[in-house]
């Protein structure tokens, strides 16, 4: 029983963070939230931003911002790719303020700044930490 009380808080606190899926269970952020940055750009570049799969913020959309513009409206483990040009990119997720529920009222804004030259592709992944919240962080691929 001991050892039950134990590790219970354990699987708990285990069970809100976020966890990388395999290729075949990702699916694409639908064209309808795909809101900026998808047309291809001369000597561009390209940002690819992967969610985790988790159980915190599970029913809820994030909103993703590059150069502080809202790109995309993402669920949990879905992918998005954008166009960018060349140059520092500031890659951001927010609450997705096009939602009127509890979802769409947080406070969440984490960025970061990722250089791109033409021809690159970059790859960011939102993750969910038990401790953290959400954080965007480069996908060490």
Known sequence: MR????????????????????????RPVPQERLLAF????ANGAQ???????????GGCYVAIEVDRKV????GVGEVATFQV?????VVGITPDRMDDTLCGMGRLLREVAVPVK?????????VSQNRGG????????
């Not at 998808?38 to 750009?41: I, R």
């Not at 040009?85 to 990119?89: E, H």
């Open 3 to 26: 050892s039950i009380l134990i590790a219970l808080p354990l699987l708990l606190l285990a069970g809100c963070s976020s966890f990388r899926g395999d290729p075949e269970n990702i």
């Open 38 to 41: 998808q047309q291809t750009q």
């Open 47 to 57: 940002i690819v931003v992967n969610r985790d799969f988790g159980m915190m913020g």
């Open 71 to 74: 790109a995309a409206r993402i």
């Open 85 to 89: 040009p060349p140059g520092t990119r």
């Open 118 to 126: 033409a021809g690159e592709t970059h790859h960011l992944r939102i």
């Open 134 to 141: 959400f954080d965007i962080l480069p996908d060490g691929r």
